[in-house]
């Protein structure tokens, strides 16, 4: 179990960028792999996109694939989401997920952070 905390979300314009940031606790954040995930009203929290303990592999939903960049800073127990080109359907919460295991698309993952709100407008 590890402790996650999201920052970076807010209101942005269509076609422009913000970057999220997800701060881990603990001291062994490079044991666990990481993960981002949005959920709107009415809809399952789906999978965005990850990142592997190292920062070696990645892997991206395909809606956000071109857009988003996911990187991790493992010195600052930190991982980000780097959002680009931002479209009012991205328009949701974003949760920072962290899981000792493995990486995987559904939302099982073993610790999550209390969710950052992303607002695109048209």
């Known amino acids: 179990q590890v402790q996650l905390v999201e920052s970076g979300g807010g209101l942005v314009q269509a076609g422009g960028s913000l970057r999220l940031s997800c701060a881990a606790s603990?001291?062994?954040?490079?044991?666990?792999?990481m993960g981002w995930f949005r959920q709107t009203p009415g809809k399952e929290r789906e999978f965005v996109a990850a990142i592997s303990r190292s920062g070696g592999s990645t892997y991206y939903a395909e809606d956000v694939k071109g857009r988003f960049t996911c990187s991790r800073d493992n010195a600052k127990n930190t991982v980000y989401l780097q959002m680009n080109s931002l479209k009012p359907e991205d328009t949701a919460v974003y949760y920072c997920a962290a899981d000792a295991v493995k990486i995987t698309t559904t939302p099982t993952w073993g610790s999550w952070g209390q969710g950052t709100q992303v607002t695109v407008s048209s």
């Open positions: 603990g001291r062994t954040f490079s044991s666990y792999a």
